[in-house]
């Protein structure tokens, strides 16, 4: 029952994280600033209860790892800006775990038996569905901006900096507990070199560091959870905030839908969702 409780904090921080960061307000630069911030402060102190080994190798792969986060998470920050947040989330979640699926299949030899072919095939196939019920959008004027394209580049990109982040520690076999600090550097010191020029550190900056604290607990749950729960139990739970996120905007943030885009936004996420736990048994 500890375990599931965990499991949950993910679940909850993650899934109202975008709703969070975009009732802040700020330019994507500022938010991802602000949330790299937040993720260092809270890593800074978690370091010295930790008690881990870090080797410079360790410490220079998990920094690597932050940077590709910083590069996912500015673009779905962008994404969230052009879309919303009911559009973002569940195309970027689905993209993540088909991404990471394939990689853990070419990469790692997964999906060894025939039944975890068939499974992991089903869920894939399942993702693809809902993210095409949750792009759904009906016969608008033909001057309506919300083009169905809109974002998908920086969705894309997006997916490619967050399979970085996780792919890259366990190519390289590094424990989570170990890679918090330097990661969180790498997130930072990403932000930076991404962000360029300009107004980068404002009020809306200090803002979303809560943000960036709500990451970095739901990150230590999800780290507590996979020894207590297993990995597949873990993972699958972290993939659930999608639903938070997606109807908290649309209830909170009064992102417009249809009641026909409702209904399909609603079993377009439960099929990403139960996708994602399809995922998370091949790993048994």
């Known amino acids: 029952m500890t375990g599931i409780l965990f499991a949950l904090v993910p679940t909850l921080m993650w899934g109202f994280l975008p709703v969070v ?12 600033m602000g949330t790299s911030l937040g993720a260092l402060i809270f890593a800074l102190c978690t370091f ?18 932050g940077v590709f986060w910083s590069f996912g998470q500015m673009n779905q920050y962008i994404a969230l800006m052009k879309i919303g947040v009911s559009k973002t989330m ?12 394939l990689f853990g299949v070419i990469v790692f030899h997964e999906w060894s038996t025939v039944a975890k072919i068939a499974l992991g095939v089903t869920a894939i196939l ?13 016969n608008t004027d033909a001057g309506d901006k919300d083009h169905p394209l809109k974002g998908m580049l920086n969705l894309l990109f997006s997916a490619v900096g967050y399979m970085g982040y996780i792919v890259i520690l366990r190519y390289f076999n590094i424990n989570g507990w170990t890679a918090v ?4 550097l790498g997130m930072f010191i990403g932000g930076i070199l991404i962000s360029g020029r300009g107004d980068t550190f404002n009020r809306y900056t200090g803002r979303n560091i809560i943000p960036g604290l709500m990451w970095a607990i739901g990150n230590l749950g999800l780290l507590i959870a996979t020894p207590l729960v297993g990995v597949a139990t873990s993972f699958s ?4 905030g999608i639903v938070i996120s997606t109807l908290g905007g649309i209830l909170i943030l009064k992102e417009r839908k249809s009641r026909k885009q409702m209904i399909f936004v609603v079993i377009g996420c439960l099929l990403v969702v139960i996708g994602g736990i399809c995922i998370g048994l091949t790993r048994r």
């Open 90 to 101: 569940p195309i970027s979640t689905g993209m993540q775990l088909v991404g990471v699926a």
């Open 237 to 240: 739970f972290s993939q659930m």
């Open 181 to 184: 600090l330097p990661q969180s």
């Open 126 to 138: 399942l993702i693809i569905i809902g993210i095409f019920l949750t792009t759904y959008r009906e």
């Open 21 to 32: 960061v975009t009732k802040l307000g700020g330019k994507p630069k500022s938010q991802l």
């Open 48 to 65: 010295v209860f930790a008690h881990t080994q870090l080797t410079i190798f360790t410490a220079v792969i998990s920094f690597i790892s």
